[in-house]
Nanobody
Framework: QVRLVESGGGLVQAGGSLRLSCAASGGTFSDLGMAWFRQAPGKEREWLLAISRDGSKIIYADSVKGRFTTDRDNAKNTLDLQMNTLKPEDTAVYYC???????????????????WGQGTQVTVSS
């Protein structure tokens, strides 16, 4: 079964940057559409970005467009999230997620993703 493990979270000042990583195992990584979500205290889980199986298409939520980007290395079975110009409101637990569904418009739906990482905490101080 697919297993996802995240790393790279931590504490950063507003305006700074962090890079998160997601390592996948137990399946064919290139068969997986991937996404990043986050969940802040007292809020529902929020979709951030999705990336296609070959990495050629990336779709962004308005809240992160222009500040965050994602990329994947299918040879190394890894997915990265580059976060720039961080704001205190970016403070949350960040998750990577995977789906086997092909050609869907539901890329921003939590239920689409059947495999999830454990989450990594990102804290942005003001």
């Amino acid at each position: 079964q697919v297993r996802l493990v995240e790393s790279g979270g931590g504490l950063v000042q507003a305006g700074g940057s962090l890079r998160l990583s997601c390592a996948a195992s137990g399946g064919t990584f290139s068969d997986l559409g991937m996404a990043w979500f986050r969940q802040a205290p007292g809020k529902e889980r929020e979709w951030l970005l999705a990336i296609s199986r070959d990495g050629s298409k990336i779709i962004y939520a308005d809240s992160v467009k222009g500040r965050f980007t994602t990329d994947r290395d299918n040879a190394k079975n890894t997915l990265d999230l580059q976060m720039n110009t961080l704001k205190p409101e970016d403070t949350a637990v960040y998750y990577c997620a995977a789906t086997l569904t092909i050609n869907t418009n539901d890329y921003d739906k939590e239920w689409l993703y059947k495999y999830w990482g454990q989450g990594t905490q990102v804290t942005v101080s003001s």
